[in-house]
């Protein structure tokens, strides 16, 4: 059964500051997702890590993907206050197994 | 972008009572959903996977009697949850996956049920 863990569950930066957020994995996984979720709202979509190694980039915002460590980051640059959300990283259950398995979340607020 | 929609947005309803939900692929073919349920404050636990034409597939711990979920089209899946109580209340979300080299899921906005 894949477990998937994240670290941290909550942080608190201040505006300008830089932080990452891990997610570990406990299976073979080959694909992992990153997700943000607003209060009362469904997941929006920002990443999909399709291989060893991949990096992707998006604003502020840069996930990348470790398959033998199963291992995945969320690295956020000079926070500011719209990013505060929950982040979820979800992997997949595994070649031609569509499932996705959510991690705990990382709800991030961010301080002006 | 895929669009998915879920209909209703919010209900709420007496306990013993059935509640239907649809989720709508509006611009895309989905041959798989998934039905995803989550807790205030918790993250989102898969329910069942639906493939359009066939009986959904239900994860350990759900009751496929009390959550009924039919694919009956390629666009169209439903959650119906049958002989609600107060514990059912929650977020239901589905998602929405087309064929072949498509890698996404799209997400549904999602159903708050509460059930009184």
């Known amino acids: 059964e894949l477990k998937v863990e994240q670290n941290p569950l909550f942080l608190s930066m201040q505006e300008g500051k830089n932080y990452t957020i891990y997610c570990n994995y406990s299976?073979?996984?080959?694909?992992l997702y990153w997700y943000r979720q607003d209060p009362g709202k469904s997941l929006e979509s920002l990443f999909v890590?399709?291989?060893?190694?991949a990096v992707k980039q998006e604003g502020r915002l840069m996930a990348s993907l470790d398959t033998k460590a199963r291992l995945s980051t969320l690295h956020i640059t000079a926070a500011v206050h719209d990013l505060s959300a929950t982040y979820f990283c979800?992997?997949?259950?595994?070649?031609?197994?569509?499932?996705?398995?959510f991690g705990t979340g990382t709800r991030l607020t961010i301080i002006p | 972008g895929a669009v998915v929609s879920q209909h209703p947005s919010w209900v709420i309803c007496k306990s013993g009572t059935s509640v239907k939900i649809e989720c709508r692929s509006l611009?895309?073919?989905?041959?798989?959903m998934f039905w995803y349920r989550q807790f205030p404050k918790q993250s989102l636990m898969l329910m069942a996977t639906?493939?359009?034409?066939?009986?959904?597939?239900?994860e350990q711990g759900v009751e496929k009697d009390k959550f009924l979920i039919n694919h009956a089209s390629l666009t169209l899946s439903t959650l119906t949850v049958t002989s609600a109580h107060p514990e059912d209340s929650s977020f239901y979300i589905c998602?929405?996956?087309?064929?072949?080299?498509?890698?996404?899921?799209?997400f549904g906005p999602g159903t708050r049920l509460t059930v009184l």
């Open positions: 639906s493939n359009e034409g066939s009986k959904a597939t239900y």
């Open positions: 611009d895309f073919q989905a041959t798989t």
């Open positions: 299976t073979t996984s080959d694909r």
């Open positions: 979800a992997p997949r259950g595994g070649f031609g197994n569509e499932k996705l398995t």
């Open positions: 890590l399709l291989s060893n190694g």
């Open positions: 998602s929405a996956r087309g064929g072949g080299r498509r890698v996404e899921q799209f």
